[in-house]
């Protein structure tokens, strides 16, 4: 696992390492998620010369370390998964649905 000293130093070093995929793609778009994602796209934007669009969502909160997610709701209501967490958090339905609806 890398490990950046900051946002812009992680979002250069990840355009420098897709820079190869880029030829494969016609008409990429870099997509940042707010609080973090957003200003290591801007650098992988602006690096690989690729427009930058912004995702707004909610996280789902982990119950007992609401910093860690678990899923997001998007504005449209999409509810997206982290499986493999869900999986290790033992959340009951009831649980998940309550949190997505706190958000």
Known sequence: MDH??????????????LAVLKPRFTN????????????????ISKELDIPLDIIVLRKLP??????????????????????ELMMRMNLSQKEINEIIDDV
């Open 4 to 17: 950046f000293t900051d946002r812009e130093q992680a979002g250069d070093i990840l355009a420098e390492k």
């Open 28 to 43: 990429p778009i870099v997509l940042g998620i707010p609080r973090g994602g957003v200003s290591v796209g801007y650098r």
């Open 62 to 83: 982990v119950p007992y370390n609401p910093e860690t997610g678990f899923g997001a709701v998007t504005l449209d209501k999409t509810v997206i998964f982290n499986e």
